[in-house]
């Protein structure tokens, strides 16, 4: 059986903090790589010891610490597939990812210990919940009760078998898990070309910049493991305290979306005077397209040689990357394609483009594209063609093979780096009983990036205003997913057949811009 690399580091390193989960005005509490280790054999033979096994699905639900990080880990080794749970989802949203999933056991914070009572007793699968760092409700376990009387010993499975499935929205309306082998996150020569182009090393400190359900950060705090690196917690993102962990840690990594950073290269000159920040070596922009101005904002601040810029989704991983020279040389680009990578463009009648400057339908060809949707098989089929798949970007590459992202096929929303799908909010508008249909899409926004706009058409005699509509939005959908703004019309505009054409709802707030993503 091969050794778990937690094992090895714990021989080898076993001092070296592992974890830091470092709150302000709370003691500092941290897990060495020996206590990491042992502590995630202890959670692995006691999953096992209630019945869980070698591709079951376990969930996990939390704000970002040091439990709920350990937990990733004693899945791993109990062979298990790890499922995060977007802490922020309403009832109904958590409890159809739950059930949708087949989770079969659950690691919550206490603080969501009340979101599992109630919607558990409905999934008959999900026969253990587990709360730590708090107390249980009704029918839970502690993490106490969990691992009392449970050896501390790795459980009887191979190591590195388990997997991970995110859950990401979906154009018809309901989330889709991504499953994908951990070997494809930090075993494949692809990956170690990227880690290696990027510059990571053993001696890198990581914060997480973003909760940990998200794929990026949670993938990156994944490799600095695997890489035997520190990880720094920020539990809830502050500007000033992320801050604070960069000085305090000398942090050297992090992954962003834009909406952090900016809060952070905002701030009055002195408070950003307050803090060095000349350790950070590694900044990984992603999970939404960081504007040109952005950049410029974070290479006033931060070291210039720092700022690297991926593309890449929960999907299909790490796809192109832009490299601290070229920032500034060839603003809009989101790079070109990462070390074994192949990308390939396809125009509307499916013609592979590959002329300079025409934009086309962005496949890729990498180990990293994941396996398959869960329980959606044909919708994984539908966005292939042959050994390529796709997201649903547009994208164009100019005459150095650099790639520019220019519109979404999909209706998605990126908002402060939450993918946002508008079928999920048109699907919940749309059982008001005095709404007769909407249209939901993104409209340009300095700190989001695209605030979430609804155009909603309601029934006759209807007197509901946009109050009302957001309102009722909140009881239904995750706060993120909350229209920002609602206009009202008398009937959307469509084509002949009834196909809805949102590019013209979409159009008036998006003339002036470059591309139609923000």
């Not at 302000?24 to 096992?48: K, M, N, Q």
């Not at 087949?102 to 009340?114: I, K, L, P, Q, T």
């Not at 483009?353 to 086309?360: M, R």
């Not at 946002?420 to 340009?444: D, R």
Request: charged share 25%; hydrophobic share 40%; proline share 6%.
């Amino acid at each position: 059986m091969a050794e778990d690399f937690l094992a090895s580091y714990a021989r080898g390193m076993g001092a070296k903090p592992a974890i830091i989960d470092d709150r302000p005005g709370e003691p500092v509490r941290s897990f060495s790589y020996a206590e990491l280790h042992r502590y995630s054999d202890h959670v692995a033979s006691a999953l096992h010891r209630r019945g869980v096994r070698p591709g079951d699905k376990v969930m996990w639900c939390g704000a970002n610490s040091i439990k709920l990080l350990a937990f990733t880990h004693a899945a791993r080794k109990a062979g298990c597939v790890a499922v995060p749970l977007n802490y922020r989802l309403s009832a109904e949203e958590a409890g159809y990812v739950v059930e949708n999933s087949d989770s079969v056991f659950a690691w919550v914070d206490a603080e969501y210990a009340g979101l599992f009572a109630a919607i558990a007793p409905g999934i008959p699968r999900l026969r253990t919940v587990v709360v730590f760092d708090g107390d249980a409700e009704q029918g839970q376990l502690t993490e106490a009760e969990l691992l009392d009387g449970v050896p501390v010993e790795p459980p009887p499975v191979e190591a590195g078998t388990g997997a991970t499935m995110i859950y990401t929205s979906g154009t018809t309306g309901k989330p889709k898990g991504a499953v994908r082998t951990n070997s494809a996150a930090s075993g494949t020569q692809q990956a170690q070309a990227l880690l290696e182009l990027i510059g990571y090393g053993p001696g890198d400190v990581y914060l997480t910049t973003g909760p940990l359900y998200h794929s990026g950060p949670g993938g990156f705090a994944g490799i600095a493991a695997v890489l035997g690196n520190t990880v720094v917690l920020q539990h809830h993102f502050d500007a000033e305290d992320w801050l604070r962990l960069v000085q305090t840690y000398e942090v050297s990594s992090t992954f962003s979306a834009p909406t952090p950073i900016r809060r952070v290269c905002t701030l009055p000159d002195e408070v950003f005077a307050r803090y060095d920040v000349s350790s950070m070596e590694i900044m990984i922009a992603n999970a939404a397209p960081w504007s040109y101005a952005l950049k410029e904002l974070y290479l006033d601040r931060f070291p210039e040689e720092s700022l690297w810029e991926v593309y890449g989704s929960t999907e299909m991983g790490v796809n192109t990357v832009l490299a601290p020279p070229d920032q500034r040389r060839k603003p809009g680009s989101c790079g070109r394609a990462a070390p074994y990578t192949e990308i390939a463009l396809f125009d509307d009648e499916g013609n592979r483009v590959t002329e300079p400057n025409q934009p086309g339908e962005l496949f890729v060809k990498a180990s990293s594209v994941f396996d398959t949707y869960y329980k959606a098989q044909e919708k994984y089929e539908s966005e292939q063609r042959g050994d390529f798949h796709t997201v649903g970007d547009i994208a164009y590459f100019d005459d150095e093979g650099f790639y520019f992202i220019c519109d979404r096929k999909k209706d998605m929303i990126i908002s402060g780096g939450m993918n946002i799908y508008p079928a999920e909010i048109e699907s919940a508008l749309e059982h008001h009983p005095e709404i007769f249909e909407a249209a939901v899409f993104g409209i340009p926004s300095e700190e989001w990036g695209e605030s979430v706009h609804a155009v909603v058409v309601t029934n006759d005699g209807s007197d509901l205003d946009g109050e009302a509509v957001m309102a009722y939005a909140r009881e239904h959908l995750a706060s993120y997913k909350v229209p920002r703004s609602i206009d009202f019309m008398a009937e959307l505009p469509k084509t002949g057949s009834g196909k809805l054409l949102k590019r013209e709802l979409r159009k008036p707030y998006w003339d002036g811009h470059e591309s139609g993503v923000l």
